[in-house]
């Protein structure tokens, strides 16, 4: 999440790319944290979106991102992944070089 926060610190300037994170997860507040400290204001944060509304915000973005921490490939897909796909929007992973994920998008 910390990457992605750095990205949107390099994109800041371009007013028509928006991040916008939806969830929590293990890096959302140190996420949450950096972004505050570098004062962004390209980043949305939204609580968890009921699953009868999931489909709106899979069809609002022009990129979804999936990540998977190291030591998690060979024993864990996320879950989410299956809605972007349905979604037909492009996929962003940030996962294992040897993750099914990988090879899967």
């Known amino acids: 999440m910390e990457s992605l926060v750095t ?12 991040f916008v994170f939806i969830g929590g997860g293990i890096g959302y507040e ?4 950096l972004a ?4 962004l204001e390209n980043i949305l944060w939204k609580n968890f979106i009921p699953l009868e509304d999931l489909r709106h915000s899979l069809a609002a973005c022009h990129v979804s991102l999936v990540s998977l921490s ?6 864990a897909v ?7 796909l349905a ?8 996962v294992p070089e040897r993750s099914e ?3 899967l998008i």
């Open 7 to 18: 990205v949107a610190h390099t994109l800041r300037a371009d007013t028509e790319i928006r």
């Open 36 to 39: 505050r400290k570098l004062e």
């Open 30 to 33: 140190g996420a949450r944290v």
């Open 87 to 94: 979604s037909g929007r492009a996929v962003v992973a940030q």
């Open 101 to 103: 994920l990988l090879r």
């Open 78 to 84: 996320p879950c989410k992944l299956y809605g972007i």
């Open 70 to 75: 190291t030591g998690l490939e060979g024993v």
